[in-house]
């Protein structure tokens, strides 16, 4: 199995402030043939299930607003939230989906400080 | 817009089958671009995929290993639902449930697994006597 870590568990950053969250897979998750990073970024609030953010590692889903940017390729990816706002308190995770089973990191809790 | 909606007790005793059922909006359980998946959330494991369901000309299911001897997930083409057991269940089974859909194309150089999208709304089971 892909085991995929999260750095830091918890982070505290200023309302306007530039947040990043990291993952570290445990081996590539890039196809080469297709040139892509089978990877993807969720946040989940409480109570809610996880919610797509970004896939293809750098691809912003629809309607997620442009602050939030995903990066990275091979084992190595960052989640950057260029101005962060006070709805983006919650917990983040990273999920590989380049093979079976998908795997998530343990997630990252971001708050405000 | 495809929706998932969850449906299934609470509470389940333990050495119990865990029955929880997924109903589909917007699309198909019998696409063939599409898997239907049940993943697990708990403090201990963290998100944790459990198993999938899919149709390829015949239906198809894929199990995580930690659960493989206990588990089914099936489809209801009459319903356009599916559903999870869980047999033999413990505590360690406490958890919320959600299923998902994952893209699941197929082109020229064959088919490839795309993310999580969308999710139930979660069902929290608690295993308990």
């Known amino acids: 199995d892909i085991v995929m870590t999260q750095s830091p568990d918890s982070l505290a950053v200023s309302l306007g402030e530039r947040a990043t969250i990291n993952c570290k897979s445990s081996?590539?998750?890039?196809?080469?043939?297709?040139?892509?990073?089978?990877l993807a970024w969720y946040q989940q609030k409480p109570g809610q299930p996880p919610k797509l953010l970004i896939y293809w590692a750098s691809t912003r889903e629809s309607g997620v607003p442009d602050r939030f940017s995903g990066s990275g390729s091979g084992t190595d990816f960052t989640l950057t939230i260029s101005s962060l706002q006070a709805e983006d308190v919650a917990v983040y995770y990273c999920h590989q989906y380049y093979s079976t089973p998908q795997t998530f990191g343990q997630g990252t809790r971001l708050e405000i400080k | 817009q495809i929706q998932l909606q969850q449906s299934g007790p609470g509470l389940v005793k333990p050495s119990q089958t865990l029955s929880l059922t997924c109903a589909i909006s917007g699309d198909s359980v019998s696409s063939k671009t599409a898997a239907w998946n049940w993943i697990r959330q708990s403090p201990s494991r963290g998100l944790e995929w459990l198993g999938r369901?899919?149709?390829?000309?015949?239906?198809?299911?894929d199990y995580a290993e930690s659960v493989k001897s206990r588990i089914s997930i099936t489809p209801d083409t009459s319903k356009n639902q599916f559903s999870l057991h869980l047999d033999s269940v413990t505590p360690e089974d406490t958890a919320v449930y959600y299923c998902a859909r994952v893209g699941w194309p197929c082109g020229a150089g064959g088919c490839y697994l795309n993310w999580f999208d969308p999710w139930g709304q979660g069902t929290l089971v608690t295993v308990s006597s």
């Open positions: 369901t899919y149709y390829r000309s015949k239906w198809y299911d």
């Open positions: 081996q590539s998750v890039l196809y080469s043939p297709h040139n892509k990073n089978y």
